[in-house]
């Protein structure tokens, strides 16, 4: 039984929301005043529209689209990160590549991603499912996800399903921290790496030394068990691990302000 | 799509007309400058700025073996693929898009091995335009390393950096024969302005051994000449220039008109039974049916296109 | 200024505060961030968008040792030696102009071994500065090799392109500690709109570790978000904003006055005779003797700053 | 005596110009419609906007300042080809590094530049009179100099003078055929290389194989002995060396409507 599909719709006091929603508010949670974030579609630029409207109004959000500062409105969610509605009210528009050339610059500081498949050392597969010569599915592929896991810290928000949490990912699209241990800066990748795993269930990060997953905090009502049962591989536990301030009201009403179609919420 | 020796894209850029001269033809004469098995570099990203105009007439014509290269991939490379027209399309992404979930035509197509999807970073893809650009044979960078994606393309080199020892991966230069454009307005002679995103438009017009420019509107050389800091591709790079209003319908263009969503949304339906009957049923009525572009527009539908264009323009309101 | 390591440029960069914040000055407090020693990138070219302001500034306060690399270097280059600021240029071109010949201020120091001059091709700056901007520790080309000025030059390697074999030079990343950059206008936070020519500006911008922008006049943030595809510098590269009017005097500043020529051909006419006198004179007269930046313009005159802004505003004329 | 000096006002049958003035018409006439041409400031810049109000229309001048297809207008010369003048009326400006990797790129037919020293094998000197290290004059530098003839078919205009012309230049800023032969193909220069060289006196060119510079016609009224006593090697001789037609009224009426105050034709 999927954790994700139970708890599709979970309450606190006074509302309800979807495992989308948490995500959203969680994810929103991690960004900081100030910093700049490159968000991937979906989750990611809704959270991080979310954080600027709550906690965080000095966010400085990228699109690979080219946008530099956005201030996506209320209702006018972009299907990708390449149309007009990413551009309205931002403070500059340049090219694809010259916007992904701010991750190798370094101006970026949290990169900001979905995933469909993440393994125990956090690479992430957007690309095969199953062998990659004769692959069961075919999925879209990297889009700018490799060029933002190899360059900046990153903070990605999933559903925790165990057949996306497994041990060895299928094809690794975009790198965590490959083998775990210095494995990642010894391929080329001295710069960043996996910050945060944002799921349903709670909130995950990495053993600095090993490299691999380990749970940080976990969401109300959900046990660590049930994380691990969740997942695919041997999870970390912190020493001590807290459960979460479930999402507040005024948090759940801006998220649904911005997405009222529910078109990354559904 | 291997980088050129030096001396052959010299000698062909060489023979290259790049005087100033007006180069206005219509869709059809245009399409006829791409030949069977062409290296096409398609403009715009995702839903922004595809060329579908030229597109929708490479298809008409029975064009062949293309080999498509565009940063991300959307209904466009549904379309290329499941005409014919195309059996390779190198890109960083490959779906209509996000909240129409994976293609089913894409998948239909690879996992079939009927096609071939040369995945490369979103970065990768542009800085093979800029190498391409730039006129040289490849651009270093600092992606990719150690994942499975370059570790698939034979196409690419690493390197100890000769300055600093740092390891790095070399990414070869795209030129390909053709460029696919579509802009907000240009000249006759192809000075083009581009509002908005720019995408990867401007190195890939650089890169590009010939590039067929289609426009929303032409405008007098001397309206272009009274801003030069508007133009963003020279005319010396452009071999064609079309004029088709609404020429990336149904997907957008900045300023004038945001994604035609209800006729995306009723596409992506079409597809979801049956992909390959329902994307053919979509190639005939849509593509091989309508007499004109015109008519294409018309089947688009009205209402549709004004909601769109209501939208688009709004980009601009307070 | 060779090529940082990944690794110190990364944490050099993450160390700014590049967040969305005021940050307007005035010309002393800008230059107060600049130590003795920086290196030191020049935006503009030639006669065209010197960042004449804060050059005018740094020398008042008696800055020492910097090393200063521009694209083309005109008189503000003879300033920053015979003042002192500077004995180190690294241009492709050092001399007030064609018109006024070669620079006598450029030959007594360098051929007197006072300072260095040192040169690289124009467009082996501006990939320098590229480089810089993309966060490669190199790019490739195809100019200087078999001539001098690269056999001068130890920071450059030849390499055997991995793909095709051929020679290319491969010049280093230059990411100076500051960028000095004059503007038409840009916001409190650093959001630049730059008109007419950009010469190398976007790029060293971004190469640089920080910049300093003056600007002709500070709009607000809304109305660069009105136009966001018109931002050519973003504010999270930029750590001080001065607003100077008339910031690249006697200089030009596109589309709002062009070089006081009177007053260059009368500084040029001081020169001649006795050059290290009559720069030393001017120096005195310009640099050091005004109480602000507008007793420096009451002092270049109304009339010719009129007659510059009257010629440089015609560029918008039909 | 040097020629320059002696022929520094000439005579056609009804008027008299100025050894610049014959260096600029005779440039001219080298450049066709439909060409790109990539021009320095001075004379080329003075000769391609004459070209372009002659014969060739529709010829396409860049500037290194990051001009395309400029139109400069009558008196209003710039000062380098890096101001605003440059601009008015161009069908584009972009970035001065983009516009230099045009030339690489090869949508460049001709460069076109002045000289200050030039040697048999067409190399250009404008860094170093005497030993680099001691100089006797530090020159101002390449500019775009090195990158116009390391990537283009070259046309050199400069005054025709003993000093100038010498066997070896002191330094090789902007490289002509280096040392004959292959030798600059095998530097790695597989495009380009000096076409013409045109001064008071003639027209000159290279010799296909050995790349020594040829003299290829006369200016009306040189002999080539002149030539060669102004010149500090020996020039080969074409076997035709036809005299060219002097300036016309019409061509130095117009050269003179676009610098009455001659600022590059004193």
Redesign the interface.
């Known amino acids: 039984m999927r954790a994700a599909a139970e708890r599709a719709f979970m309450t606190t006091s006074t509302t309800t929301y979807t495992a989308s929603e948490l995500l959203a508010v969680m994810s929103a949670g991690l960004l900081c ?4 974030v490159f968000a991937g ?2 989750i990611p630029l809704l959270a991080a529209t979310l954080a600027q409207r709550l906690h965080a109004p ?1 966010l ?1 959000i990228l699109f ?6 956005a ?1 996506v409105e209320p209702g006018k969610l972009p ?2 990160t ?16 010259d916007v ?8 970026v ?1 949290i990169g900001f991603m979905g995933g469909a498949q993440i393994d125990q050392y956090g690479n992430l597969n957007s ?1 095969f499912i199953g062998d ?1 010569q004769h ?13 933002i896991a ?2 900046t810290q990153m903070i990605v928000a999933m559903r925790h399903e165990k057949r996306r949490f497994v041990k060895k990912v299928d ?5 965590g921290f ?1 083998a775990g241990d210095n ?2 800066c010894d ?5 960043g790496g996996m910050y945060r795993v944002v799921t349903d269930l709670g909130m995950l990060g990495f053993d600095e030394r090993s490299k691999r997953m380990e749970l940080l905090a976990l969401h109300p009502g959900v046990t660590a068990d049930q994380v691990q049962q969740n997942t695919g591989f041997e999870l970390l536990i912190a020493s001590e691990v807290p459960v979460t301030n479930p999402p507040t009201e005024n948090e759940l009403a801006a998220l649904r302000h911005l997405d009222p179609d529910r ?1 990354y919420t559904a | 799509m291997l980088t050129l020796a030096y001396n052959e894209l010299r000698r062909r850029t060489g023979e290259r007309d790049r005087s100033l001269r007006e180069k206005v033809m219509s869709l059809e004469a245009a399409a006829a400058l791409v030949p069977d098995g062409a290296s096409v570099g398609i403009g715009g990203s995702t839903l922004s700025r595809t060329p579908m105009a030229m597109i929708w007439a490479l298809i008409r014509a029975g064009r062949k073996e293309l080999v498509c290269a565009r940063s991300i991939t959307s209904s466009e490379g549904e379309l290329l693929l499941a005409s014919g027209a195309s059996r390779h399309v190198l890109t960083s992404w490959f779906s209509q898009g996000i909240v129409w979930g994976v293609s089913r035509i894409m998948r239909l197509y690879t996992e079939g091995n009927r096609a071939r999807f040369e995945e490369w970073s979103h970065m990768a893809v542009g800085l093979r335009f800029r190498a391409g650009a730039m006129g040289v044979p490849f651009l270093p960078m600092r992606s990719m390393m150690g994942s499975d994606v370059v570790a698939q393309l034979p196409d690419t080199r690493q390197i100890d950096c000769p300055f600093t020892g740092e390891k790095l991966v070399l990414v070869p230069a795209l030129n390909p024969e053709f460029a696919l454009i579509h802009v907000q307005r240009c000249d006759a002679y192809g000075n083009a302005q581009i509002d908005g995103l720019p995408f990867m438009d401007l190195d890939l017009a650089m890169a590009a051994n010939r590039v067929i420019l289609t426009t929303e509107r032409i405008v007098s050389n001397d309206q272009i000449r009274r801003a030069p800091d508007q133009t963003k591709i020279p005319f010396l790079t452009v071999d064609a220039v079309v004029e088709v209003p609404f020429g990336s319908a149904p997907h957008e263009c900045y300023g004038l008109y945001e994604p035609l969503f209800k006729h995306l949304d009723a596409y992506a339906a079409q597809l979801r039974q049956n992909p390959e009957e329902g994307i053919a049923a979509y190639l005939e009525r849509f593509f091989y049916g309508p007499k004109s572009w015109t008519e294409y527009l018309d089947l688009l539908g009205l209402e549709e296109l004004l909601d769109a264009s209501r939208r688009g323009k709004s980009i601009y309101d307070d």
Chains 1, 4 share one sequence.
């Open positions: 005043d100030g910093q700049v579609v979906g000095g400085t690979e689209g080219g946008t530099i500062g201030f299907p990708s390449n149309e007009q509605r990413c551009t309205r009210r931002a403070n500059m528009v340049l090219s694809s590549t992904l050339l701010l991750l190798q610059r370094g101006y500081d690309s990659p692959p069961t599915s075919r999925l879209p592929g990297s889009g700018g996800g490799n060029d190899s360059l094809f690794v699209t975009s790198p490959l494995s990642r391929a080329g990748l001295v710069a078109i």
